[in-house]
């Protein structure tokens, strides 16, 4: 393993020294972007530094039309999706309307039968079910839907699209269009909205509109669409800087004050314990699945109703049921997960996967396990014909299913990730056509030695408590704001013990003075290799975080470890 270090501009660093940073301070803070001009901003952001909801593009024409229909007393049907971040999306904007006084109702399309989106199926289902419908509001979805947003033109029913997803060649003739990817702010700062951040803009927009209008009188009815907001942006993997930084940062310090009553009570049931400030694995791991599961195991509505409803039996049963999808979800990716392995053909270019048993749901989740378990290997999961796809990095999938999409009656997605539907009989023909051509590209690839790139190589004197409670200043980690990884070379090993339940994790002390203990989660079975290799030295990649556990003391959270590198084959 080669230890490298990011590159960072050496200016920046220099002038963020020269503020009074210490130089390793200076560099994490240069590494992600932060200059001498903002980085108060980026150490304290706060909603004072969100922009101007009017300055997004299209916002202001859609909440004209929007408040007509408010004052008209129009049927609105708020089009939304079944993940969470469609879910956050549409709960935002229908609490937003109701509180108006729209007469709005919200409408997901079923995921197996009718998929992602606007659909000849879902379209057909939403005008027989609200047949008094006027206008209809896409959230997180819609830029695409060019022949739907037609027919329901010629229907005589206005459509507005909010979405932040890509375009294709051509456009929809909405009404009003809101999407930064398709026209973004001046300044480029809302281009990374998830769905529910730019429905939280938008919102924002109706409010300050319908006082303007004598339409609301009432308070600030922001908290609980920025606690969605926030949530829906670490849950779609959002670049975490900019606005998404400060949506996120106050989603968390102000989750416990502003919550909705349905969100908090999901929080409870699935926190181990509650804390007293909430972080981000909490978003990603604990409350962002389980509004998934919904969607892909049951229906999302009942995620929405959670989200909306504020009668408390009611909202509490529905907590129950979806934390039930969550562990339904999880038996079902377990059981399909085992079968996908036991399915693997080894030294196979590509994995193309065929599960007898399963649901089209949790086929995208699995996908992502097998590959975690595989390495460097793109690997489709397939259910009924139905399949989902994950690709490392050196993969574009979208454009190798685009290659073998004569065996496909559709496919879509991006680089890393995409679904398709196979043709009857062809699951065959498409395992080899995509073998052969995940084969060519990487034949194509240099071959590159490991290298594991660290925000900096430390000695063991920085790694002080002041310098790692210092660190959660640059909090909220995730997606365009990564947790730093640093390095430690030349370590001897002092004692190796496991750790947890099943011992799945280690706990290792080193010999050199002022390096703290290291745990290394899901490290249990290297135990051996360690105490056989214990009499060679170690660099190691880590992250730092402040334990609480006994005296409060800085705790280092292995990623790595491996002889150094001179000695590996003496």
């Given at each position: 393993?080669?230890i490298?270090?990011?590159?960072?501009?050496?200016?920046?660093?220099k002038?963020l020294?020269h503020e009074?940073?210490?130089?390793?301070q200076?560099r994490l803070?240069?590494?992600r972007?932060?200059?001498?001009?903002n980085y108060?901003?980026?150490?304290s952001?706060?909603?004072?530094?969100?922009v101007d909801?009017c300055k997004?593009?299209?916002?202001?024409?859609?909440a004209?039309?929007?408040l007509e229909?408010?004052?008209?007393?129009?049927k609105?049907?708020?089009f939304?999706?079944?993940?969470?971040?469609?879910?956050?999306?549409?709960?935002?904007?229908?609490?937003?309307?109701?509180?108006?006084?729209a007469?709005?109702?919200?409408f997901?399309?079923?995921?197996?039968?009718?998929?992602?989106?606007?659909?000849e199926?879902?379209?057909?289902?939403?005008?027989?079910?609200?047949?008094?419908?006027k206008?209809?509001v896409t959230?997180?979805n819609?830029i695409?839907?060019?022949?739907?947003?037609e027919?329901l033109?010629?229907l005589?029913?206005t459509?507005i699209?909010?979405?932040h997803?890509l375009?294709?060649?051509?456009?929809?003739?909405?009404?009003?269009?809101v999407?930064p990817?398709v026209?973004?702010d001046?300044?480029?700062?809302?281009?990374?909205?998830c769905?529910?951040?730019v429905?939280?803009?938008l919102?924002?927009?109706?409010?300050d509109?319908?006082?303007k209008?004598?339409l609301?009188?009432g308070?600030?009815?922001?908290g609980?669409?920025?606690i969605?907001?926030g949530?829906a942006?670490?849950t779609?993997?959002m670049?975490?800087?900019g606005?998404?930084r400060?949506?996120?940062?106050?989603?968390?310090?102000?989750?416990?004050?502003?919550a909705?009553?349905?969100?908090?009570?999901?929080y409870l049931?699935?926190?181990t314990k509650?804390a007293?400030?909430?972080g981000?694995?909490?978003?990603g791991?604990?409350?962002?699945?389980r509004?998934?599961?919904?969607g892909?195991?049951?229906?999302?509505?009942?995620?929405?109703?959670?989200?909306?409803?504020?009668d408390?039996e009611?909202l509490?049963?529905?907590?129950?049921?979806?934390?039930?999808y969550?562990?339904e979800r999880?038996?079902i990716?377990?059981?399909?997960?085992?079968?996908?392995?036991?399915?693997?053909?080894?030294?196979a270019?590509?994995?193309?996967?065929?599960i007898?048993r399963?649901?089209?749901g949790?086929a995208?989740?699995?996908a992502?396990?097998?590959?975690e378990k595989?390495?460097?290997?793109?690997?489709c999961?397939c259910?009924?014909g139905h399949?989902?796809a994950?690709s490392p990095v050196w993969?574009?999938?979208?454009?190798a299913m685009?290659?073998?999409s004569?065996?496909?009656d559709?496919?879509?997605?991006h680089a890393?990730?995409g679904g398709?539907q196979?043709?009857e009989g062809?699951?065959?023909d498409?395992?080899?056509?995509?073998?052969?051509y995940?084969e060519?590209?990487k034949?194509?690839?240099?071959?590159?030695?490991e290298?594991h790139m660290?925000?900096?190589?430390?000695?063991?004197?920085?790694?002080t408590?002041e310098?790692a409670?210092?660190?959660k200043?640059?909090?909220?980690?995730?997606?365009?704001n990564p947790?730093?990884?640093?390095?430690?070379?030349?370590?001897?090993?002092a004692?190796?013990?496991?750790?947890?339940?099943e011992?799945r994790?280690?706990?290792?002390?080193?010999?050199?003075?002022?390096?703290?203990?290291?745990?290394?989660w899901n490290?249990?079975?290297?135990?051996?290799r360690?105490?056989?290799d214990s009499?060679l030295?170690?660099?190691i990649?880590?992250?730092v975080v402040?334990?609480?556990?006994?005296d409060r003391?800085?705790e280092?959270q292995?990623q790595k470890?491996n002889?150094?590198?001179?000695?590996?084959y003496?």
């Amino acid at each position: 393993m080669t230890i490298r270090e990011r590159a960072v501009d050496a200016q920046l660093v220099k002038d963020l020294a020269h503020e009074g940073f210490s130089s390793l301070q200076a560099r994490l803070l240069a590494l992600r972007g932060v200059t001498k001009e903002n980085y108060a901003d980026f150490l304290s952001p706060s909603l004072a530094g969100l922009v101007d909801s009017c300055k997004l593009p299209g916002i202001i024409e859609a909440a004209d039309i929007i408040l007509e229909a408010v004052r008209d007393r129009s049927k609105i049907v708020v089009f939304g999706d079944y993940d969470c971040d469609g879910v956050c999306a549409s709960a935002i904007l229908v609490s937003c309307l109701k509180t108006l006084g729209a007469e709005v109702v919200y409408f997901i399309p079923d995921r197996l039968s009718e998929g992602y989106g606007m659909s000849e199926k879902s379209v057909a289902r939403m005008l027989k079910t609200f047949s008094d419908v006027k206008l209809v509001v896409t959230v997180d979805n819609g830029i695409t839907s060019v022949s739907e947003i037609e027919e329901l033109k010629k229907l005589g029913v206005t459509c507005i699209i909010t979405d932040h997803h890509l375009p294709g060649d051509v456009l929809p003739d909405a009404a009003a269009l809101v999407n930064p990817k398709v026209k973004a702010d001046e300044d480029g700062l809302l281009s990374d909205l998830c769905g529910a951040g730019v429905a939280f803009m938008l919102a924002r927009r109706l409010v300050d509109e319908a006082k303007k209008r004598a339409l609301y009188s009432g308070g600030s009815i922001g908290g609980p669409m920025l606690i969605l907001a926030g949530l829906a942006t670490v849950t779609d993997i959002m670049p975490l800087s900019g606005q998404n930084r400060i949506l996120v940062f106050e989603a968390l310090r102000r989750f416990h004050a502003c919550a909705a009553s349905g969100i908090k009570e999901l929080y409870l049931r699935s926190a181990t314990k509650g804390a007293k400030q909430l972080g981000v694995k909490d978003f990603g791991f604990l409350l962002g699945p389980r509004i998934n599961a919904a969607g892909r195991i049951a229906n999302a509505s009942e995620a929405i109703e959670l989200l909306l409803s504020e009668d408390r039996e009611v909202l509490r049963e529905i907590a129950r049921k979806v934390d039930g999808y969550n562990l339904e979800r999880k038996r079902i990716e377990s059981e399909m997960t085992e079968a996908a392995l036991k399915s693997v053909v080894q030294d196979a270019p590509a994995q193309v996967i065929e599960i007898t048993r399963g649901h089209k749901g949790v086929a995208g989740i699995v996908a992502s396990r097998v590959m975690e378990k595989l390495g460097d290997v793109p690997v489709c999961v397939c259910v009924d014909g139905h399949g989902s796809a994950r690709s490392p990095v050196w993969l574009n999938i979208r454009d190798a299913m685009e290659n073998c999409s004569r065996f496909l009656d559709r496919f879509g997605g991006h680089a890393a990730a995409g679904g398709f539907q196979v043709k009857e009989g062809a699951i065959d023909d498409f395992r080899a056509a995509l073998c052969e051509y995940c084969e060519l590209v990487k034949a194509g690839r240099p071959a590159d030695p490991e290298i594991h790139m660290v925000d900096a190589v430390v000695l063991p004197q920085d790694l002080t408590l002041e310098f790692a409670q210092w660190l959660k200043k640059l909090e909220p980690f995730g997606e365009g704001n990564p947790e730093p990884v640093f390095s430690l070379k030349g370590l001897m090993l002092a004692e190796v013990k496991p750790l947890g339940q099943e011992a799945r994790h280690l706990q290792i002390r080193f010999r050199e003075r002022g390096v703290p203990r290291a745990v290394w989660w899901n490290g249990g079975e290297e135990i051996e290799r360690l105490r056989r290799d214990s009499h060679l030295s170690f660099d190691i990649t880590f992250s730092v975080v402040v334990s609480d556990y006994g005296d409060r003391h800085v705790e280092l959270q292995l990623q790595k470890i491996n002889p150094t590198a001179e000695q590996q084959y003496s």
